[in-house]
């Protein structure tokens, strides 16, 4: 195991951000290795069994899995050009940048993985930015996230949405300090440098350009940053395993029906209103009892509406993206 080292200067400190979605081109990408191991995490295995089937999701699966094999294979290096920062604006956006991506960068980077694994002939139209062969990755790549990302949507976003919580807290509580040590132990926070567990070891100069921090829901094990270090900095960080929740549709029948009552209605707004509160907090602020709120929330958790996790001594509820939706229509 290597060590990734990003210095920062205060501009890069200042200019630290942190992802409020995942990002859908490195979910996909990522998503791949988690397709092909043999034998995935439990966390992944409902999802890996319903792709296999399912034959229509295998079939949309299927093409964009190919050629992810072969441009991002097992290894230490895949193309920057498949994860482009406009990904961030969505999955239309970054296959726009994709298609966008000049000649000279397409084939500089086919070229790097060549020396690391073998690159098929199909790959040559799409070194020379052949309009065809990029239109051919755009449908792959498109096609793979609608049958094997965009069914989880709501699951990621939910493991997301605790991911920031647990990190708001830290930055909240300890400022950026607080916010590394969160991430530890993959990541080691020794100012001015921030140390990665990485494949390789690596430096990174951000020189005032910020970091973004990404969480992800199919990252395993270690961070992952861009190759090229002149690229926007972002690393890529696995989300926390006690934060991947079950797929929807694992709730208890009816759990919804009692959030109709109004002092559970009162512990989702509480809980929404900021980033996440533990027991005690919506106990103090809604003048109940401990117990009281420890029931409610295991009803709104029940029915999806909020995540749970330990922070310390805490325990720390905060809502998911089905909650919002609930909230917002009422």
Same mark, same amino acid.
């Given at each position: 195991?290597?060590?990734?080292?990003?210095?920062?200067?205060?501009?890069?400190?200042?200019?630290?951000?942190?992802?409020?979605?995942?990002?859908?081109?490195?979910?996909?990408?990522?998503?791949?290795?988690?397709?092909?191991?043999?034998?995935?995490?439990?966390?992944?295995?409902?999802?890996?069994?319903?792709?296999?089937?399912?034959?229509?999701?295998?079939?949309?699966?299927?093409?964009?899995?190919?050629?992810?094999?072969?441009?991002?294979?097992?290894?230490?290096?895949?193309?920057?050009?498949?994860?482009?920062?406009?990904?961030?604006?969505?999955?239309?956006?970054?296959?726009?940048?994709?298609?966008?991506?000049?000649?000279?960068?397409?084939?500089?980077?086919?070229?790097?993985?060549?020396?690391?694994?073998?690159? =098929? +002939?199909?790959?040559?139209? #799409?070194?020379? %930015?052949?309009? /065809? !062969?990029?239109?051919?990755?755009?449908? &792959?790549?498109? @096609?793979?996230?609608?049958?094997?990302?965009?069914?989880?949507?709501?699951?990621?976003?939910?493991?997301?949405?605790?991911?920031?919580?647990?990190?708001?807290?830290?930055?909240?509580?300890?400022?950026?300090?607080?916010?590394?040590?969160?991430?530890?132990?993959?990541?080691?926070?020794?100012?001015?440098?921030?140390?990665?567990?990485?494949?390789?070891?690596?430096?990174?100069?951000?020189?005032?350009?910020?970091?973004?921090?990404?969480?992800?829901?199919?990252?395993?094990?270690?961070?992952?940053?861009?190759?090229?270090?002149?690229?926007?900095?972002?690393?890529?960080?696995?989300?926390?395993?006690?934060?991947?929740?079950?797929?929807?549709?694992?709730?208890? =029948? +009816?759990?919804?029906?009692? #959030?109709?009552? %109004?002092?559970? /209605? !009162?512990?989702?707004?509480?809980?929404? &209103?900021?980033? @996440?509160?533990?027991?005690?907090?919506?106990?103090?602020?809604?003048?109940?009892?401990?117990?009281?709120?420890?029931?409610?929330?295991?009803?709104?958790?029940?029915?999806?509406?909020?995540?749970?996790?330990?922070?310390?001594?805490?325990?720390?509820?905060?809502?998911?993206?089905?909650?919002?939706?609930?909230?917002?229509?009422?």
């Amino acid at each position: 195991m290597g060590v990734l080292r990003i210095y920062f200067t205060s501009d890069d400190v200042a200019r630290t951000s942190l992802a409020a979605t995942a990002d859908p081109l490195w979910e996909t990408v990522l998503s791949r290795f988690r397709l092909h191991e043999p034998r995935p995490r439990p966390v992944f295995q409902p999802w890996v069994r319903r792709i296999r089937a399912d034959p229509t999701l295998s079939a949309g699966v299927r093409p964009g899995a190919r050629m992810l094999a072969a441009l991002a294979p097992f290894g230490p290096y895949f193309p920057d050009f498949l994860t482009p920062c406009e990904s961030r604006n969505g999955l239309a956006a970054g296959l726009e940048a994709i298609m966008s991506t000049p000649r000279r960068r397409l084939r500089d980077e086919l070229c790097r993985l060549a020396r690391h694994a073998p690159v =098929p +002939g199909w790959a040559g139209p #799409l070194a020379e %930015g052949d309009p /065809a !062969a990029l239109a051919w990755l755009r449908s &792959a790549l498109r @096609g793979y996230y609608a049958a094997a990302i965009a069914p989880q949507h709501d699951l990621i976003q939910a493991s997301v949405d605790a991911d920031r919580a647990r990190r708001a807290h830290g930055f909240l509580n300890g400022g950026v300090d607080g916010l590394f040590a969160t991430l530890s132990p993959v990541m080691r926070w020794r100012p001015p440098v921030l140390e990665v567990d990485y494949g390789v070891d690596r430096e990174l100069r951000l020189g005032g350009r910020g970091l973004r921090l990404i969480p992800s829901f199919f990252c395993q094990r270690s961070p992952i940053s861009l190759a090229d270090p002149d690229l926007t900095p972002v690393l890529l960080y696995p989300i926390d395993q006690d934060l991947r929740w079950a797929p929807p549709g694992t709730t208890r =029948p +009816g759990s919804l029906d009692a #959030l109709l009552g %109004g002092t559970r /209605a !009162a512990v989702l707004r509480e809980i929404a &209103a900021g980033a @996440g509160a533990s027991t005690t907090q919506l106990a103090r602020r809604l003048r109940i009892s401990a117990a009281s709120a420890s029931r409610h929330t295991a009803v709104l958790r029940d029915g999806g509406l909020v995540v749970t996790h330990r922070h310390g001594p805490a325990v720390l509820h905060t809502i998911t993206s089905l909650g919002t939706r609930l909230l917002n229509r009422h």
